[in-house]
């Protein structure tokens, strides 16, 4: 089948999520660019949600997104709409988008589709029930892309004797902004589904990393260690100081001292503690000789404290408190409410020490043309440096390039430069984690 029969009726489960409305919105996207250009030929896109709700407010997104995409590049719909002035195109496209987008409350729309991506919540008991009523249903033997970020595809294929119908489409949040997916293949695949991901993946202009089947595949497989790392050193520094100044001196290290664009408390609560620690959960099973499980994160679970993101895209309060953005206060589980930055910050900072001279903050370096050069004359004036905040650093970035190095010797990555560009496009490091800038 060709790629353009396919993607002539594709149905996105949890449409209205965070990931499934991205995901949602560039199918429509290509959908509809498709059908412009291919007049001949049908297409229907269904979103599958269960809030109607949910699916009124994706639909003013998916409405609001093409316009901009439209007015931003008129001269490539002029071509669709021949005589149509500029002004005018916008509205023919979304009256385009409008033809083959159909959303619904009901699986059942599934059971005409050739593709499904599936977005519902890290939920396999669901993942399987949904995924497997589609199949039972649907006399297309459908594909699924699954978007999940930690449940082994394997286990869905096998559960569902899907004889390699399934991959694994991981694209990163939010899907409409981020150009990192990571395909998670295998070898029941057939060449014309990884041929068909590819392609699709190349009209919607990501770059895609190969992933091993293996629970959190590259990016959650460094993220979430990484994660634990810095909690753990974070209870180590607190038998010194009380834990709510340690988390502001890791996050702190692990944003400033290691030219991160997030520190790592900041990025935990970015993600969610919740679903962090669900992620957590997930692989945890299928890791032999490690436990990834921290019981701070268990601890702040219990007091309601979560972080994520309010629906504006604000960032909710967790591990740190934020106002405007900003960074004004930390969690204290003793008294269970945050103190004040202020009340602290002289303190830790001076604990941790000055960064080292030729350090510059993130932004600057990450898109600098000099790039490589900021971070060669960083690296060399860090590892001169013998300060606290120093030395916790080298030892965060030297575990870092462990945790690269892992996943390339069990092999969940091909190579180093997959995990790297993983963590450069997906995470925004300005640099990957295997590298030799700290190499004796
Ligand atoms: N959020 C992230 O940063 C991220 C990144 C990459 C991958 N993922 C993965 O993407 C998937 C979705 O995550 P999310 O963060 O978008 O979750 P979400 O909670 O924002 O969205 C899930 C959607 O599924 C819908 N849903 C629930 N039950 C359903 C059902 N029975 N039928 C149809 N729809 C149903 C919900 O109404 C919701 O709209 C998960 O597998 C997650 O692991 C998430």
Not at 5 to 18: E, I
Not at 369 to 384: E, H, S
């Amino acid at each position: 089948m060709e790629y353009l029969d396919k993607l002539s009726n594709v149905s996105v489960l949890g449409a209205a999520g965070k990931m499934g409305s991205g995901i949602l919105l560039l199918t429509a996207l290509e959908m509809t660019d498709q059908s412009l250009r291919n007049p001949g030929k049908s297409f229907r896109l269904n979103a599958i949600d269960v809030s109607q709700e949910a699916l009124d407010g994706l639909l003013k997104y998916v409405e609001k997104q093409a316009r901009k995409k439209v007015e931003k590049k008129p001269e490539h719909y002029r071509s669709y709409f021949p005589g149509v002035k500029d002004e005018e195109l916008p509205q023919r496209y979304v009256e385009a988008i409008n033809k083959i987008l159909f959303p619904s409350l009901q699986l059942s729309v599934a059971y005409d589709s050739y593709l499904i991506f599936e977005a519902v919540i890290e939920n396999q008991d669901l993942k399987k029930k949904l995924l497997g009523d589609i199949d039972k249903n649907n006399p297309n033997k459908p594909w699924f892309f699954t978007n999940t970020s930690s449940i082994p595809i394997h286990l869905l294929n096998d559960a569902l004797q899907l004889n390699g119908r399934i991959l694994g489409f991981h694209f990163y949040n939010p899907p409409a902004v981020q150009k990192l997916v990571e395909l998670i293949t295998n070898e029941h695949n057939s060449a014309e589904m990884i041929a068909f991901a590819k392609e699709y993946a190349k009209n919607l202009r990501k770059i895609i990393v190969p992933s091993n089947d293996f629970a959190g595949f590259i990016g959650n497989g460094h993220f979430m260690r990484d994660a634990l790392y810095g909690i753990k050193e974070a209870q180590k520094l607190a038998s010194s100081m009380p834990l709510y100044e340690a988390v502001y001196a890791i996050n702190k290290v692990s944003q400033d001292f290691m030219i991160r664009p997030m520190g790592m408390f900041q990025l935990i609560d970015y993600v969610g503690i919740d679903v962090v620690k669900f992620i957590m959960e997930v692989m945890n099973p299928y890791l032999e000789n490690e436990d990834l499980h921290s019981d701070l994160l268990d601890e702040m679970m219990e007091t309601g404290v979560k972080g994520g993101q309010n629906s504006d895209g604000s960032q909710k309060d967790g591990f740190l408190q934020y106002e405007k953005g900003r960074i004004t206060g930390v969690y204290d589980l003793n008294s269970k409410s945050y103190v004040p930055l202020a009340s602290f910050k002289e303190k830790v900072d001076a604990f941790l020490g000055e960064k080292p001279a030729a350090w510059k903050p993130w932004k600057e370096v990450n898109f600098s043309p000099d790039k490589k050069t900021l971070l060669d004359n960083y690296f060399a004036a860090l590892r001169k440096a013998d300060n606290t905040g120093a030395r916790l650093a080298k030892a965060y970035i030297k575990n870092s390039c462990e945790i690269g190095k892992l996943l390339v010797d069990t092999g969940v990555a091909n190579s180093a430069e997959d995990v790297n560009t993983v963590m450069l496009t997906g995470f925004f490091h300005a640099y990957g984690p295997i590298n030799d800038y700290l190499k004796d």
